[in-house]
C-alpha cells in the first residue's frame, strides 16, 4: 500500500514557483475570491495525474483521506483522482456480474460525498464528481435523489457536484436529471454555477437539440446571462440571437 506522505512526495518533485504564481492567479485565491487561502505546489494537471497513475489502486481510502485534508491544491486533487480510479475499477465488466463490485461502488460513492466539501474548487468538482458520482447513479439510479440533496446544500462546491454529476447521465442519453438539477438551480446567486448550469445544459443540447430547445422554451426568462450563454454557445449565429433578444 502506498501512504499518502509518498505521495505528497512526489507531487512535491514537480513544484513549481513561476506555475505557482500562476495558478493562485487563475483559481482566485485572493481575498474575498472564491478560493481565498488556497495553497498550490505549483504543478500542471497532466503532472498530478502521472503521480495517481502510478498509485491508483494502490491507496487506501484512509491515506486518501489525508490527501483531501491537504493544504496544497494539488495533494486533493490527487485524492479526488485516485477515487476516479478505484470507482472506474468498480464499474461493471461486460457479461459478468459482480456483486462485490456493487458494494465498492456504494463504498466509493459513500466515501466521495462524505468528501465532497474538500472539492473546494471549480476544477476539483469537474474532474472528479462525472466519474465517481456520476458513474455511479448511472448504475445505481434509485439513489439520485442525493443530487436533490446536494443541490439544495448551502455549500457551492456540493451544488456544483449535483449538476456536474449529470454529465455522466448525459453522456448514456439520460437527460432528465440534468434538467431537473439544473431548474433547481437556476436562481443560484454564483457565476461557478451559473455557468455549470449553461455547460449541462450544453451538453444536452449536443446529444438533443429539441430537448434543450423545449426547456430554453420554458426556461430561458428565467436564467442568469451566463447560464443562457453557455447552453446556446453551440448554435448558429441566428439561433443564439434568437433566443438572447427573446
Known sequence: ??????????????????????????????????????????????????????????????????????EYHEARLAGFLLLVEEMSAALPKR?????????????????????????????????????????????EPEQRG?????????????NRIAIVSTAALIRAGQFEDSLHIASLLLSHPHDLIHKAVGWMLREVGKRDIDVLHDYLEANSHAMARTTLRYSIERMSPSERKHWLTR
Request: with cysteine; aromatic share 10%; hydrophobic share 40%.
Open 95 to 139: 457479461r459478468k456480474v459482480q456483486p462485490e463490485s456493487a458494494a465498492r461502488r456504494r463504498e466509493i460513492a459513500r466515501f466521495y460525498l462524505e468528501s465532497g466539501h474538500r472539492a473546494n474548487n471549480w476544477d476539483l468538482v469537474d474532474l472528479s464528481a462525472p466519474y465517481i458520482l456520476g458513474q455511479y447513479l448511472l448504475h
Open 1 to 70: 500500500m502506498i501512504q499518502a506522505e509518498e505521495i505528497l512526495e512526489a507531487l512535491r518533485s514537480f513544484e513549481n514557483e513561476e506555475q505557482r504564481r500562476i495558478l493562485c492567479r487563475f483559481f482566485k485565491t485572493g481575498k474575498g475570491e472564491y478560493g481565498e487561502g488556497d495553497r498550490f505546489l505549483g504543478l500542471k494537471v497532466p503532472q498530478t495525474r502521472a503521480v495517481v497513475r502510478h498509485a491508483r489502486l494502490q491507496v487506501p481510502f484512509a491515506e486518501i483521506s489525508k490527501l483531501l485534508s491537504s
Open 146 to 158: 442525493v443530487l436533490d440533496k446536494l443541490a439544495a446544500s448551502s455549500n457551492l462546491w456540493e
